[in-house]
């Protein structure tokens, strides 16, 4: 067996590169300002039955590369039992090289089991019974394993008509780690899709308390939920979307439409596109009078394979990057609020990578002088949370923006081993500050570019979102 490639300088290839690493930013707390950890999971500290349950449950990046190398379903998310799942997935590793899975499994594997050696059909009845003892100890649970990252601000994901008890829960008792909610209101949008759009908009309603039957009664609910929130912690907003919408305006037709709509709940709605337009605008000026961070996911093609979507339901596994045309109609959205000065602070994340100069561009039009950074050219997304889509995040932003006032990585993540992402980042980062360092494209002064890794890595999120 060849030599352990996870060495206290993995993907740091020069002098300065590792000094940039181990001396300025390793030890930086984590802002994780984005994922789907779930504070139930945080509140009650929960301790997982097993390496499976906390690891292959839910992750569907590795339920895709089980697929590829042919691994029957019923190995993946079927009937069999939690040992012989992972033994099926450890089979699988060794054929993942070059893929980012490859680097986080033995990223997780060591950081949080301190498991120094391969994953595969060999080690893995090893790796099993170590793992699992350890997850039966209280240093394992979810709290301990966040405590051991260095975990400072953890951001959920909330649907609006969250009860957010255990948010309650873990301020009341002065949990160390920061646990804020964040508002993702995306299911009343689509009112395309009638019966997930009903079944969400009572959800609101038993939740405002108000019956909807307008669109000014849509919302007042949801800006009753958006107090809610924000009285208990949230600062930031998030929406998963194709494309922004570039129609906002609401005629008095599609008002009365929208009222027969919703009385009559027969046919469909003319205009899904105006009705999610003007909504959405509507939540952006209640972000901004409440000084929150808005967040917009763009570009995926969600739910492809439709027999194994409707077997196995959403976020299985069958999306994929999409070609939608972005830049028109975020310059529309933007300019829209921006015109009467309701542009809150935002993040716009892009999954297509061709897109990249598009998305960093348009950033700087709406920057306005009035914070730092106001605009901001998220980090590298979903396909693009490997090596080489965050160089090329990182390297249009810095082509095209400031990279000295990015606010950093998120995991984006269900699961609670996922935070080697943000050492994966720091390293990738310091490796690109550094070998530039060397070759005399910047200045060679540990000092200075130093810090600009520590604001990149820690600071300015901590800013950012006034932490």
């Given at each position: 067996m060849s030599e352990y490639f996870l060495t206290e300088d993995f993907l740091l290839q020069g002098k300065a590169a590792r000094r940039l690493y181990h001396d300025h930013v390793k030890g930086l707390p984590v802002i994780d300002y984005h994922c789907h950890l779930s504070p139930a999971d945080i509140a009650a500290n929960r301790q997982f039955a097993n390496l499976t349950d906390i690891w292959l449950k839910g992750d569907h990046y590795k339920w895709r590369a089980q697929r590829t190398l042919g691994v029957p379903e019923k190995l993946i998310t079927g009937d069999a039992g939690d040992e012989e799942k992972f033994h099926a997935w450890a089979r699988v590793v060794p054929q993942t090289v070059r893929n980012p899975l490859f680097h986080w499994t033995h990223m997780e594997l060591k950081n949080v089991f301190g498991i120094n050696g391969y994953l595969d059909a060999k080690s893995a009845s090893s790796v099993y019974q170590r793992c699992n003892e350890l997850l039966a100890q209280p240093s394992h649970k979810t709290r301990?394993?966040?405590?051991?990252?260095?975990?400072?601000?953890?951001?959920?994901?909330?649907?609006?008509?969250?009860?957010?008890?255990?948010h309650q829960s873990l301020a009341a008792e002065n949990f160390s780690i920061r646990v804020s909610p964040s508002f993702r209101p995306d299911r009343v949008l689509m009112i395309g899709n009638k019966k997930s759009f009903f079944d969400n908009l009572?959800?609101?309603?038993?939740?405002?308390?108000?019956?909807?039957?307008?669109i000014n009664s849509l919302l007042q609910a949801l800006q009753n939920r958006v107090d809610y929130f924000h009285d208990n912690g949230c600062r930031v907003s998030d929406h998963g979307l194709t494309q922004m919408p570039a129609r906002f305006e609401f005629s008095a037709q599609l008002e009365s439409e929208l009222q027969f709509f919703l009385s009559d709940r027969k046919g469909s709605y003319s205009d899904p596109e105006a009705f999610m337009g003007y909504v959405l605008v509507q939540l952006c000026?209640?972000?901004?009078?409440?000084?929150?961070?808005?967040?917009?996911?763009?570009?995926?093609?969600?739910?492809?394979?439709?027999?194994?979507?409707?077997?196995?339901?959403?976020?299985?596994?069958?999306?994929?990057?999409g070609d939608f045309p972005q830049a028109?109609?975020?310059?529309?959205f933007f300019d829209h609020l921006d015109q009467s000065n309701q542009l809150a602070k935002t993040v716009i994340y892009n999954i297509n990578p061709s897109d990249n100069e598009v998305f960093a561009t348009m950033l700087g039009n709406f920057n306005d002088g009035s914070i730092k950074g106001k605009?901001?050219?998220?980090?590298?997304?979903?396909?693009?949370?490997?090596?080489?889509?965050?160089?090329?995040?990182?390297?249009?932003?810095?082509?095209?923006?400031?990279?000295?006032?990015?606010?950093?990585?998120?995991?984006?993540?269900?699961?609670?081993?996922s935070f080697p992402r943000h050492e994966y980042f720091r390293r990738i980062l310091c490796n690109l500050l550094g070998d530039e360092m060397e070759k005399g494209i910047l200045p060679n002064d540990e000092a200075w570019i130093g810090g600009i890794a520590k604001d990149i890595c820690y600071h300015n999120a901590k800013e950012y979102f006034n932490l």
């Open positions: 301990a394993i966040l405590g051991s990252f260095n975990v400072e601000y953890i951001g959920t994901t909330d649907e609006p008509w969250d009860s957010l008890e255990h009572s959800l609101l309603e038993r939740a405002s308390g108000i019956t909807v039957k307008d000026k209640m972000y901004h009078a409440k000084d929150w961070v808005q967040q917009f996911h763009l570009g995926p093609i969600r739910n492809n394979n439709t027999r194994l979507n409707q077997l196995l339901g959403a976020d299985s596994g069958f999306d994929s990057i028109l109609q975020m310059s529309l605009m901001q050219f998220g980090s590298g997304w979903w396909f693009l949370d490997q090596k080489d889509g965050m160089e090329k995040q990182l390297n249009a932003l810095s082509n095209m923006g400031l990279i000295s006032t990015f606010i950093g990585m998120i995991t984006d993540s269900r699961s609670f081993l």
